[in-house]
């Protein structure tokens, strides 16, 4: 996927994979898929999809809905957090450094 946001490009062809957290079976309607990336100048991003449910669900009109998917940039949540959340020990070290016992 591709997006522009402030004038700046995410795409998750071009960026390099981190790790991803799933909730739910892809059939559930309120099944959600986050994927992390980080751009070549170091920013992070999210590539997130979800169920009619889900945060990521779109509107089709008319009261319903179907499943949807969206790029959030780093400055939309809190990357560190993200990662202590939905990742082990090692992947945090490496991309953040080392942290007191």
């Not at 700046?8 to 309607?29: M, W």
């Not at 009261?63 to 992947?91: L, M, N, Q």
């Amino acid at each position: 996927m591709k997006k522009i946001i402030n004038n700046k490009l995410y795409d998750t062809d071009t960026a390099t994979y981190i790790d991803n957290y799933e909730y739910g079976n892809s059939g559930d309607f309120s099944h959600v898929r986050e994927t992390l990336y980080q751009k070549k100048t170091g920013e992070f991003f999210l590539h997130g999809e979800g169920g009619p449910r889900s945060k990521y669900a779109e509107c089709r009109g008319d009261r319903s809905w179907s499943g949807g998917e969206d790029i959030i940039p780093e400055c939309d949540f809190d990357v560190k957090e993200w990662v202590a959340v939905h990742c082990d020990a090692d992947t945090y070290i490496k991309l953040f450094g080392p942290v007191e016992e």
